[in-house]
């Protein structure tokens, strides 16, 4: 047999595509008559036709997933990958030859298996008819044994047209192992909506297609414009990603069969979905077997399990809305909302993923386990009469495009009073009459979306985290968060780090930008919330998590303008477990 088509039989026996994903046997383990014939590479190879650069995905202790696109007007491209020790692919551990088409948007997604533990790797695809070379890519495999420290770099939330992607390259240039990204990699809307900054088009970030994305064609669109970004591009060539959806991959505010911005003259909400999973699983592979299944874990020697869940889609079930309960008058019906908020019944996970959930935590023997997942865990219970005027803010900003004076007065009196009386309830001041005390009181959750609106269930993951040494992630929110989680009955079983957003704006969108004002909220949101440690509400940036022998270390940075490559970043505050 001649060693093209030695090459080519080898290549049809043993690629198996599972989920988009091809996975490639041990070269090595293969018997030698079996052994591909080295693949002959051009020379003076061109940089060119892999506009969206290299991508690695899902690192452990044996295998990782490398990723390209390949830009063509062919209907398909045979695209050879190199797997090697160094960046002069001197020392390859693993090449192969796989073909690209419409299918799957001419992306390549490769599962190399059978690697060795802790490696730093180097790997890059070649086109050899076009003769042209992708950029070097690095990635890594986990330690498969001991103590190994390891950092991540957590964030979410990266809304194109609200600035540049400065936070992504602070990250691509730090010393971190791996990008865990929480969701919200892209956003679904059309121009001049949700987030969009003032300077969009100077900047050049004007959302393509021109309109809501939908279809299939519309995803692949928007998500090949993001990663034409050159700061999104560095970070995944030089860092490996695990990451899962929110809810903006899809459209906002999505739960099992719905979203809030779905509406009926958009089509079919479950061929939507599918569209919207089929290209996520095109441009952010992941180790799994079904599109439809995000949820998964990473054993890292013996120091951690990173566990990372979907509480966005795979068993969410409709979101509760607090002004859904509010009459005319501004009267909330506080005992049908409290049943409906305590319903056994609701779920965030659905009852496959718990269950898989609970055998991941109940065999987990590793020191530390993180937990990787969308929204926040923490108890958000906040004043009723503070969150009702949150309401009206943002119902005004989104009537008038501002807050009226009347309104911004009485936010700030009311968020001055209510901590005076919080603060003198600490102090156990016996003189709070029964009106005071129930301003403060009176508690209703900041957001029904997170945790706070699935309270039964998020009770059964508390009782899976006590007395284990549990860390929880998350995003959304687009501010920076450190709660001390407590269960019902008052015993604190966990620490959650939540990071702020790549480019999403936060509070400081409705609360406007005045630091005093930031400031003011800040401190009074610490104060009102039992369990909040920490908060930012207005700046963008990214989580670092060092997990080691002696324990969990979190670092909050923040970057200082979206609107200039030249920026500055600066440390927040920090925390550990």
């Not at 990173?306 to 607090?322: A, H, N, S």
Request: with cysteine.
């Amino acid at each position: 047999m001649n060693s093209n088509l030695k090459r080519r039989a080898f290549l049809k026996n043993t690629l198996l595509a599972t989920g988009g994903v091809i996975l490639v046997p041990n070269f090595i383990s293969c018997s030698e008559d079996d052994l591909p014939a080295s693949i002959k590479i051009p020379e003076n190879l061109k940089t060119e036709n892999f506009d969206w650069g290299v991508a690695s995905f899902d690192p452990t202790a044996n295998q990782v997933i490398i990723w390209t696109r390949y830009a063509t007007t062919a209907p398909s491209a045979s695209i050879i990958w190199q797997l090697s020790l160094d960046s002069n692919f001197d020392a390859i551990l693993r090449e192969g030859e796989v073909v690209v088409d419409q299918s799957r948007d001419f992306t390549a997604a490769i599962e190399v298996k059978d690697l060795e533990p802790s490696l730093k790797l180097f790997y890059r695809f070649i086109n050899s008819e076009d003769v042209t070379v992708s950029p070097v890519g690095q990635t890594i495999t986990l330690a498969a044994t001991g103590n190994e420290a390891v950092s991540f770099a957590v964030v979410s939330c990266a809304n194109y047209p609200a600035g540049l992607f400065n936070v992504y390259k602070e990250v691509a240039n730090s010393d971190v192992d791996i990008v865990i990204h929480l969701g919200d990699y892209i956003y679904e809307y059309a121009p001049d909506q949700y987030g969009t900054n003032e300077n969009t088009v100077a900047l050049n970030r004007v959302p393509e297609p021109n309109r809501e994305i939908v279809s299939l064609d519309d995803y692949r669109i928007r998500y090949r414009q993001y990663r034409s970004d050159a700061d999104l591009k560095l970070v995944h060539q030089l860092k490996p990603f695990i990451g899962v959806w929110d809810d903006h991959e899809i459209t906002n505010d999505t739960y099992n069969d719905g979203a809030q911005n779905h509406q009926s003259d958009e089509g079919s909400f479950e061929v939507r979905k599918q569209a919207a999973l089929q290209a996520y699983s095109e441009f952010m592979p992941a180790m799994t077997n079904d599109i439809s299944i995000i949820y998964r874990s990473f054993k890292i020697g013996d120091l951690a399990d990173l566990i990372m869940l979907d509480t966005r889609l795979v068993g969410r079930d409709k979101q509760l809305e607090i002004f859904d309960y509010v009459d005319a008058t501004g009267t909330i019906d506080a005992i049908r909302f409290q049943n409906d908020l305590t319903d056994t019944s609701r779920t965030m996970l659905g009852a496959q993923q718990l269950s898989w959930f609970k055998n991941q935590m109940t065999s987990s023997s590793s020191k530390y386990q993180i937990i990787g997942q969308q929204v926040l865990m923490g108890r958000m219970m906040v004043p009723a009469e503070l969150l009702l005027i949150l309401g009206q803010i943002l119902g005004e900003v989104a009537a008038l495009g501002t807050v009226t004076a009347i309104t911004q007065a009485q936010f700030e009196g009311s968020l001055m009073q209510l901590t005076q009386l919080k603060a003198r309830l600490l102090a156990n001041d016996s003189t709070l009459t029964a009106a005071e005390r129930a301003r403060i009181t009176t508690l209703i959750p900041y957001n029904l979306d997170a945790w706070d609106g699935y309270a039964a269930e998020r009770e059964q993951l508390l009782a899976l985290f006590e007395d284990r040494n549990v860390v929880v992630l998350a995003g959304d929110t687009h501010n920076a968060w450190h709660n001390e989680i407590y269960n019902a009955a008052g015993k604190k079983v966990v620490t959650e780090f939540a990071t702020s957003s790549v480019s999403s704006p936060g509070f400081e969108t409705y609360l406007g930008t005045s630091t005093e004002q930031l400031g003011a909220f800040q401190q009074a949101l610490v104060v009102l919330i039992d369990g909040l440690q920490n908060f930012d509400a207005s700046q963008r940036g990214y989580l670092k998590v060092v997990v080691n022998d002696s324990g969990v270390n979190a670092s909050w940075f923040f970057i200082d303008n979206l609107e200039n490559p030249n920026y500055s970043v600066t440390a927040g505050f920090t925390a550990s477990l």
